[in-house]
């Protein structure tokens, strides 16, 4: 079964810190990945979308980078603001599939 | 620009009753999806569609019907709604289904069934 793993499932850091937000699937035959966030009540918002050739996207603080080999994505968050205060989501579609997978997602808490 | 624009934002329903939820999307895209997220499932697919006129089920299809006449617009109906139901239902879509086009979400309409 084509599942995407989201750990830990909360994490809280100071403001001005730099963080890794992880993603794991099992099958690293996939077409790409995407990172979201979702804000209290609002729906989800992309923030990167990693085709299978690529091995990295960034965008402004945001740097999220694809290791098909071992089945993992991160997505990393520079010098940290409260505004970033969200649920992250990554989301992966595996070839042959019209559809993506989601993690549950990881709730950031940055605190000033 | 509107994007997916989903209405209604909150909706209560009795066991047994019908409603569409309505979703439309102002970017000419091709593809459009209908997801549930619950706590502690995330998000499940419903029902997708590749096209005006092409719908197919995703994950947890039953209980629910979509149709595509036109490129905007994807309505999901509950045909006789159940508690278990009860859920926040995200409308998504893309330009393309394929490798390089992000999913764009609309807010996504909050549903209780009693």
């Known amino acids: 079964k084509q599942e995407v793993t989201q750990i830990p499932a909360a994490l809280s850091v100071p403001e001005g810190e730099n963080l890794v937000l992880n993603c794991s699937f099992t099958d690293s035959a996939i077409y790409n990945l995407q990172w979201f966030r979702q804000d209290p009540g609002k729906g989800l918002t992309s923030l990167l979308l990693?085709?299978?050739?690529?091995r990295e996207q960034t965008s402004g603080r945001l740097n999220a980078s694809l290791d098909k080999s071992s089945g993992r994505s991160t997505l990393y968050i520079a010098a940290s603001q409260p505004g970033d205060s969200a649920t992250y989501l990554c989301a992966a579609q595996f070839q042959g599939a019209q559809k993506l997978v989601f993690g549950q997602g990881t709730r950031l808490t940055i605190n000033p | 620009n509107a994007g997916v624009t989903q209405t209604p934002k909150f909706q209560v329903l009795k066991t047994g009753q019908s409603m569409t939820l309505q979703c439309a999307q102002d970017?000419?895209?091709?593809?459009m999806s209908w997801y549930r997220q619950d706590p502690g499932m995330g998000l499940r697919l419903i029902h997708y569609?590749?096209?005006?006129?092409?719908?197919d089920q995703g994950e947890v299809p039953n209980g629910y019907n979509v149709s595509r006449s036109t490129t905007e617009d994807f309505p999901l109906r509950l045909l006789s709604a159940a508690p278990s139901q009860t859920s926040v239902y995200f409308c998504?879509?893309?330009?393309?289904?394929?490798?390089?086009?992000?999913?764009?979400f609309g807010n996504g309409t909050r549903l209780t069934v009693t």
């Open positions: 990693i085709q299978s050739s690529q």
């Open positions: 998504a879509s893309s330009y393309w289904e394929g490798v390089s086009s992000p999913l764009h």
């Open positions: 569609s590749v096209g005006a006129g092409i719908t």
């Open positions: 970017m000419n895209h091709e593809y």
